[in-house]
Nanobody
Framework: QMQLVESGGGLVQPGGSLRLSCAAS??????VGWYRQAPERQRALVAD???????DYADFVQGRFAISRDNANDTVYLQMDKLKVEETAVYYC??????????WGQGIQVTVSS
């Protein structure tokens, strides 16, 4: 287990921004994904980033969210701009390797509401 620690969630108004962080020792060696799960919905991939920095995004966040990583500090960030009410969810960090290892953070609540 890696003990992934998420931070940066909270309450934001529609159109606002938040930056989530995911930190863990050794995270620099893993592909890291941010997922979200709304009540009664399946968990869905938002964005992920490879150890070298290559990133992929779900279509629904293209142009609004940006994933990045600071390998020196074993931290991955998700900058979320122009947030929508329907993006209220618990956001989870996942670390995985090509060998099949996978670990999840505990999740962090993001609430978009006026």
């Amino acid at each position: 287990q890696m003990q992934l620690v998420e931070s940066g969630g909270g309450l934001v108004q529609p159109g606002g921004s938040l930056r989530l962080s995911c930190a863990a020792s050794g995270l620099k060696f893993y592909t890291v994904g941010w997922y979200r799960q709304a009540p009664e919905r399946q968990r869905a991939l938002v964005a992920d980033i490879a150890p070298g920095g290559g990133a992929d995004y779900a279509d629904f966040v293209q142009g609004r969210f940006a994933i990045s990583r600071d390998n020196a500090n074993d931290t991955v960030y998700l900058q979320m701009d122009k947030l929508k009410v329907e993006e209220t969810a618990v956001y989870y960090c996942n670390a995985r390797s090509i060998s099949g290892f996978s670990d999840w953070g505990q999740g962090i609540q993001v609430t978009v509401s006026s």
